[in-house]
């Protein structure tokens, strides 16, 4: 028998819905084109969990607010990776741009 894992975050779409649908401004673009969301800013209408067809950002009861995943925006900012791929075991996992990740796996 086989195991697999499988992850699954916020695609960060270039022509975010959620963030077209957010009433408040919460959900924005990054400069690098991450989309974040400032829950500070969120109301819990869940216009954006509606509108994600890819099943992101998730509603939260006890908090009253939604979330997604930013890529760990600020652990990149501040010159980390994000915690999944530090997390994974099996380094399976990398982040970054798709050329410079493409040329670094490339067989030598």
Do not use: W
């Amino acid at each position: 028998s086989k195991a697999y894992s499988y992850s699954f975050g916020c695609n960060h779409c270039e022509e975010a819905i959620c963030l077209k649908n957010c009433p408040t401004g919460a959900i924005y673009k990054a400069p690098d084109g991450t989309v974040v969301q400032d829950q500070s800013k969120c109301i819990g209408c869940r216009m954006c969990v509606m509108s994600c067809p890819y099943g992101q950002p998730k509603y939260f009861p006890d908090e009253g607010v939604s979330g997604k995943c930013d890529g760990c925006y600020g652990l990149r900012e501040a010159g980390g990776k994000p915690a999944c791929v530090a997390a994974c075991p099996n380094r399976a996992l990398d982040f970054g741009e798709y050329d410079d990740l493409k040329q670094s796996s490339a067989p030598t």
